[in-house]
């Protein structure tokens, strides 16, 4: 009997090339406004990508830019995409205090939640910074009415991750006892260790092939859910270039240039939804989504 299909969660984290964390020492926050903004053009475009594959997905968007283009918000909303939340300022959780946190998210979320009409059910934090250090960011996500967080890659990592944290869409007990559904990244186990897929970097570093055999393993072996992540501005090859290290400029640019090629390759390959319909559909969250 051939196994049921699996539906992927497909996400993109809506900011500008320079809210990276990568130019976080190089731009300052007061400077992004005079900086070029790119981020609506290059999410137009991916926004046509998905409309010709007849896909949907997740766009966690920074509430700096729905506050300035709040017309991109009820465009993707308008689109049959999920608008979710990606903080209010691109500050990394562990540089917060939790009132400050709460306030970022709360802009954010009543910034996107003005622009649609809808509620805002998910969040992903800036650079994956909900880790071991930061899991009381969980309680004010709850205090602020989410319904689901996509912040915890279970790897080893310089800047983020929790090693043992779980691989799969799960419900989550937070420090103060109560409960919020968890999407984390996606990985792969390997010889004893768990290795990151399907997004950014790796998403860009890897051979399209090793992306498509990590899904499939993931859909057929283990019967769970992917979850995809990218940012518009890494379809981006001629945005700015900054002046940073070139270790940071690797991580930030390495193989750009092939990331559109490798989008269309895998919507033609497997079926994507909104995070929020991927994980009703596994139980976590009510069907009533949209």
């Given amino acids: 009997m051939e196994p049921v299909p699996v539906r992927n969660a497909l996400t993109f984290d809506v900011e500008e090339y320079f809210h990276a964390e990568v130019f976080a020492g190089v731009v300052r926050p007061e400077e992004w406004p005079t900086m070029e903004s790119r981020v609506v053009a290059v999410t137009e475009r991916l926004l046509d990508i998905l409309d010709y594959a007849g896909a949907r997905a997740t766009f966690f968007v920074l509430g700096w830019v729905a506050d300035r283009h709040r017309g991109l ?18 500050r990394m959780i562990h540089r917060l205090r939790p009132a400050e946190f709460l306030e970022d998210v709360s802009r954010a979320k009543g910034a996107l939640e003005d ?10 934090a800036p650079t994956f910074s909900v880790t071991r250090d930061t899991l009381w960011s969980l309680d004010v996500l ?14 080893v990592h310089d800047r983020y991750g929790i090693p043992d944290a779980p691989r799969f869409p799960h419900r989550s007990r937070t420090p103060s006892g109560a409960e919020i559904t968890e999407f984390p990244m996606s990985t792969v186990e390997l010889m004893g260790w768990r290795l990151p897929v399907a997004g950014g970097g790796y998403f860009r570093l890897a051979p399209y092939a ?9 859909n057929r072996r283990e019967g769970q859910p992917a979850i995809v992540y990218l940012h518009p501005w890494e379809m981006d090859p001629v945005q700015p270039r900054l002046p940073v290290s070139p270790l940071a400029r690797l991580r930030h640019s390495v193989s750009i240039e092939n990331t559109e090629d490798k989008l269309r390759r895998m919507l033609a390959e497997f079926d994507f939804a909104p995070a929020a319909e991927v994980l009703a559909e596994v139980g976590l969250l009510p069907s009533e989504t949209r």
Avoid: K, M, N
């Fill in 142 to 155: 709850c205090e602020a009415g989410f319904r689901y967080d996509s912040s915890i890659y279970p790897i």
């Fill in 210 to 218: 090793v992306t498509r055999a990590a899904i499939r393993r993931l």
């Fill in 73 to 90: 918000v009820q465009e993707i909303d308008a689109r049959g995409h999920e608008v979710a939340c990606h903080g209010y300022a691109h």
């Fill in 115 to 124: 622009a649609t009409g809808r509620a805002v059910l998910g969040y992903r």
